[in-house]
């Protein structure tokens, strides 16, 4: 089954440290294909928060990072802030798809 | 700068017809990948369709295949989507996105155009 896992939710203190994971299987990140993560804002468009497992763009701060192993991904946000309160998506590719897969989403509560 | 542009959402009853559309500028529109992303109301993201550069390869979600196309226009820096056989469903906000083909992201993406099909 084509689907990638992600906890619905999160939450944090700030200045704490929280994770996100992102399981999938053999046809999606465990064929290989990179991990993204979005970022998205009440309201707003998604935006690209770690490309390729573990890369950030820039202007993203470097409390966000990504990574990969086997079949999941997760993604690390350090020194929580306020700002940071937001969903968060992985995303790849799956091969019995012929397209692109995301997760289900995860909403990170700041407390 | 780039800039994804959608239009052409709208309130429509069950069985209808929309095309969205989605203006780029800031980019060199025909040599990238283009993809549909849809939201429903309160509900994660969901991938539609990709179109490659020249339109020769198109993929679709199972959910839309025989319903939906998804087309470009190079010349006008355009990427379209026809619904037809709308269903409640398929309410959404829908955003246009750049894909980046080496690692299938979408680095770039629209502000979104709602469609909502009801009664």
């Known amino acids: 089954q084509s689907v990638l896992t992600q906890p619905p939710s999160v939450s944090g203190a700030p200045g704490q440290r929280v994770t996100i994971s992102c399981t999938g299987s053999?046809?999606?990140?465990?064929?290989?294909?990179?991990v993204h993560w979005y970022q998205q804002l009440p309201g707003t468009a998604p935006k690209v928060l770690i490309y390729?497992?573990?890369i950030r763009p820039s202007g993203v701060p470097d409390r966000f990072s990504g990574s990969k192993s086997g079949t999941s991904a997760s993604l690390t946000i350090t020194a929580l802030q306020a700002e940071d309160e937001a969903d968060y998506y992985c995303?790849?590719?799956?091969?019995?798809?012929?397209?692109?897969?995301f997760g289900g989403g995860t909403k990170l509560t700041v407390l | 700068e780039v800039q994804l542009v959608e239009s052409g959402g709208g309130l429509l009853q069950p069985g209808g017809s929309l095309r969205l559309s989605c203006s780029a500028s800031?980019?060199?529109?025909?040599?990238?990948?283009m993809t549909w992303v849809r939201q429903a109301p309160g509900k994660g993201l969901e991938w539609v369709a990709n179109i490659k550069e020249d339109g020769s390869e198109k993929y679709y979600v199972d959910s839309v295949k025989g319903r939906f196309t998804i087309s470009r226009d190079n010349a006008k820096n355009s990427l379209y989507l026809q619904m037809n056989g709308l269903r409640a469903e398929d309410t959404a906000v829908y955003y246009c996105a750049r894909e980046l083909g080496s690692n299938y992201r979408f680095d770039y993406w629209g502000q979104g155009a709602l469609v909502t099909v009801s009664p």
């Open positions: 053999s046809s999606n990140i465990g064929a290989g294909f990179d």
């Open positions: 800031g980019f060199r529109f025909q040599y990238y990948w």
């Open positions: 995303q790849s590719f799956d091969s019995s798809l012929s397209g692109s897969l």
């Open positions: 390729g497992n573990n």
